[in-house]
């Protein structure tokens, strides 16, 4: 199972945010990414700032960790 997560009021999620929730379900950027079916550069760079986290994009996380 899984546990979308999206910004509120359709604004785009932050680098830290994106950073934390990955963090908080105990997964590296290359699984978060594949998860989230992008590469995992795409991850990377969202995370880093480098790239803007686009407005319609649903984080996607292991229920069991992430959702409550």
Do not use: H, Y
């Not at 590296?28 to 990414?33: G, M, N």
Request: charged share 25%.
């Amino acid at each position: 199972a899984s546990c979308p997560r999206r910004s509120s009021k359709g604004q785009a999620m932050t680098p830290t945010a994106l950073r934390k929730a990955r963090k908080a379900a105990g997964l590296s950027q290359e699984a978060a990414a594949r998860i989230n079916q992008v590469s995992t550069s795409t991850f990377q760079s969202w995370e880093l700032g480098r790239r803007k986290i686009p407005v319609d994009f649903v984080l996607v996380l292991p229920k069991a960790k992430v959702c409550p």
